[in-house]
């Protein structure tokens, strides 16, 4: 089984930066396209970044493009957000996720990861 453990949330000011990471055991990593994603109260989950299995592509929803960047070590099994120019919107848990399926660079839909972690909270305040 693979398990995915998040860290690095926590509450911040707007305007400042976060570094969330995912760390991930059970398969090879390397064999895993990595997603981020967010829920805020009420809302639906959504994608946030993605990242192939390589690293060497990625994607990024509109709303945190040029403000989030997404990476991975696969010699360190894990992946990372890195989020500056934090917003008070930005405030929501965030959840990486893995799949281990497919044969595209990334993905983005909620129904096409196979693994979760717990999520960690991330909260801007204005």
């Known amino acids: 089984q693979v398990q995915l453990v998040e860290s690095g949330g926590g509450l911040v000011q707007a305007g400042g930066s976060l570094r969330l990471s995912c760390a991930a055991s059970?398969?090879?990593?390397?064999?895993?396209?990595m997603g981020w994603f967010r829920q805020a109260p009420g809302k639906e989950r959504e994608s946030v970044a993605a990242?192939?299995?390589?690293?060497?592509?990625?994607y990024y929803a509109d709303s945190v493009k040029g403000r989030f960047t997404i990476s991975r070590d696969n010699a360190k099994n894990s992946v990372y957000l890195q989020m500056n120019s934090l917003k008070p919107e930005d405030t929501a848990v965030y959840y990486c996720?893995?799949?281990?399926?497919?044969?595209?660079?990334?993905?983005?839909?909620?129904?096409?990861?196979?693994?979760w972690g717990q999520g960690t909270q991330v909260t801007v305040s204005s």
């Open positions: 996720a893995a799949t281990y399926s497919g044969s595209y660079y990334y993905y983005t839909r909620v129904n096409d990861y196979d693994y």
């Open positions: 059970g398969r090879t990593f390397s064999s895993a396209a």
């Open positions: 990242i192939s299995r390589s690293g060497g592509n990625t």
